[in-house]
């Protein structure tokens, strides 16, 4: 019996948000209103779409007989179990020949615990997921729109709440939904759905409300002397109280926070990365004011007036969080990052890395994610630990999270 190895997205993660059909050189990824999904007969397992996807749902492997089609990939709500194939199989002999190397590389990764299925905190209440599509939508009216960095800030980023009115939207702290931004692209097709991470608990904006809030950056930036403004961002922070929004998802079945009492939250983020932060320390303020598990929060930005809800954050006490926010251009000071600042509370990281009720989130630009994963190892190497073990331990056990764009 011969067998190839196939490379499927687990559509149970999977948040929609297109960066691996950006990715693959061949075109062997696309996409439904339902689900991404790998065309087995295009992919060559050249790995490039392992590393930007953000959420894992695309690291996903299974020894097949017969790849499972397209077809089948878009009307799945979760991947198939492992099939059972026995000793008498064999890899596919082109496929090894070709692959040898990668698909050995694969298998090692694999094995590591470096890949596999990422994990929801144990804890973790069950999302909703993919309830509205672009096919079927929801439909939200804007009740606010308000700026959150400086008026004199070139950052413009902003804080939008949705209401969902009569209809049910549920999310969860971590989750993300998608916007459909209207009209199309320079080839006539329709934009593809911009996500954005759900800013507030889920019991709504406004407790007991059906509504939610988002924390979206206005992305306008200059190519070859002209200026360029990305389409979700300015189509969302130039929406008015009462426009009406056409909503998917909701997404993300892994990004969630525990439900005991006894986590320590460790949360570092840039710019709107804080915005699941905002909806798992106000959840956390609102049902759990008396948690025993820490709260600790690394938060970047380059001054004050460009950290979203700069106001806010320091009016929770440091009993019920531990604020760490640095600035990277603050006057007279030398620049500071949130890996510094890691690096400089080594004792205490060390400390709650420890702990089987410690679990990391890691939520932002792509571009931090490099510097926290090499404060968190000079942490573990000054401190008699394996950060490489660490990590396998908290992703393998969901306490090891990371969200960027
Ligand atoms: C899981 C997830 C959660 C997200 N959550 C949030 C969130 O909470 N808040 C938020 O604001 N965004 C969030 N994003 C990003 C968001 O989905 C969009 O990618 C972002 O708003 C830009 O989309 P746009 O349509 O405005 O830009 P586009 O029209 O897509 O175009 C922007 C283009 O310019 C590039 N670009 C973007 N910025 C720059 C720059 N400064 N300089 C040069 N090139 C640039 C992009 O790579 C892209 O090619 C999230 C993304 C993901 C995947
Ligand atoms: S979450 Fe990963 S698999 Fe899903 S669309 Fe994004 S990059 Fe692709
Ligand atoms: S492994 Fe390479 S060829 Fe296969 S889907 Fe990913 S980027 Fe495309």
């Known amino acids: 019996m011969s067998l190839l190895r196939q490379h499927l997205i687990d559509p149970e993660i999977c948040i929609r948000c297109n960066t691996c059909e950006e990715t693959c050189p061949v075109d062997a990824i696309t996409h439904d209103d339902n689900n991404y999904v790998v065309d087995a007969a295009k992919c060559d397992y050249c790995m490039d779409c392992i590393s930007p996807c953000p959420t894992g749902s695309i690291d996903n492997w299974r020894m097949v007989t017969a790849g499972y089609s397209i077809e089948a990939q878009f009307s799945w709500g979760e991947l198939p179990a492992e099939i059972d194939h026995g000793d008498a199989a064999s890899v596919d002999s082109q496929q090894q020949e070709a692959n040898e190397e990668d698909a050995s590389e694969i298998l090692k ?7 596999g299925k990422v994990l929801p905190p144990a804890s973790a209440e069950r999302p ?19 700026r959150l960095t400086d008026d004199n800030s070139e950052s413009d980023i902003r804080h939008v709440i949705l209401d969902f009115g009569d209809k049910t939207f549920p999310v969860l702290e971590g989750q993300s939904i998608g916007i459909i931004p209207p009209g199309e692209d320079e080839k006539g097709r329709p934009h593809l759905v911009r996500l954005y991470s759900v800013a507030s608990p889920r019991d709504g904006e406004r407790p007991g409300a ?3 809030a ?5 992305v306008v930036f200059q190519e070859d002397g002209e200026t360029v403004r990305g389409i979700g961002s300015n189509y969302v922070c130039d929406l008015k109280k009462g426009d009406q929004v056409l ?3 909701p997404f993300g079945a892994t990004f969630l926070m525990p439900n005991t009492t006894s986590a320590n939250l460790i949360m570092i983020c840039t710019g709107t990365g804080s915005a699941p932060f905002r909806a798992m320390t106000e959840y956390r ?3 759990m004011p008396d948690a025993g598990g820490k709260l600790l929060l690394y938060f970047g930005a380059r001054t004050p007036g460009e950290l979203p809800y700069f106001g806010p954050l320091n009016k929770l006490s440091d009993r019920f969080i531990d604020k760490q926010l640095v600035f990277s251009r603050l006057p007279d000071n030398p620049k500071e990052y949130v890996q510094n600042r890691m690096i400089n509370q080594a004792d205490k990281l060390a400390a709650l890395l420890n702990s089987q009720d ?7 630009l792509k571009e931090m994610e490099k510097g926290v994963e090499e404060a968190f ?12 073990e660490t990590k396998i331990t908290m992703k393998s056990s969901g306490r090891y999270h990371v969200e960027t764009y």
């Open 358 to 364: 410690t679990y990391i989130y890691i939520c932002g």
């Open 210 to 212: 059906n509504n939610l």
């Open 214 to 218: 988002l924390t979206v950056k206005r």
């Open 128 to 146: 909703y997921i993919n309830i509205y599509n672009r096919d079927k939508p929801m439909t939200a009216r804007v009740a606010g729109n308000f």
């Open 285 to 287: 303020r609102r049902h």
């Open 377 to 388: 190892e000079k942490i573990c190497a000054d401190n008699n630990l394996s950060w490489t």
């Open 247 to 249: 909503v998917t998802g």
């Open 109 to 115: 990764v694999a094995h590591s615990g470096e890949s």
